[in-house]
């Protein structure tokens, strides 16, 4: 009977966690779109120049969410930070992979690259968070 109430637990623990960077995530997304649509859509910012800026603001927002909300994160200092960048350099780098390819190859607008490269880096960006960058 214990031993399943711990692995509920655990289980529980897991789901919350999971929900709780879904949650950031959604804001976050909510943020990054917004700022790319502002910036290409109306204010007609070269669209790698556009996607950099809400990359850069929405991540911030991204950083500080998780640390504080989703994964409690009260250590790491320094070096956090560093695990983070690593892991937001990689996501960058995909990201512009398959928005430029998605814009240069196949002729579509920047916003829906944008979602696609988004569909690809959740996961990435879930797995170093909870395993490397906020553990």
Do not use: D
Not at 26 to 55: D, E, G, K, P
Not at 71 to 86: A, E, M, R, T
């Amino acid at each position: 009977m214990l031993l399943s109430h711990k692995l509920y637990f655990k289980t529980s623990k897991k789901l919350i966690t999971f929900f709780k960077f879904g949650l950031v995530g959604a804001l976050t997304a909510i943020i990054y779109f917004l700022i790319m649509l502002l910036l290409n859509n109306i204010f007609r910012v070269y669209y790698i120049i556009a996607l950099s800026i809400a990359y850069l603001i929405s991540t911030t927002f991204h950083y500080y969410a998780n640390k504080n909300f989703t994964f409690k994160s009260i250590n790491g200092g320094y070096f956090q930070v560093i695990k983070y960048l690593v892991m937001w350099i990689i996501n960058y780098l995909i990201t512009l992979l398959i928005v430029s390819y998605c814009v240069e190859k196949l002729n579509l607008m920047p916003f829906l690259g944008v979602c696609f490269s988004v569909l690809v880096t959740v996961g990435i960006g879930f797995t170093l968070s909870k395993l490397w960058v906020f553990k």
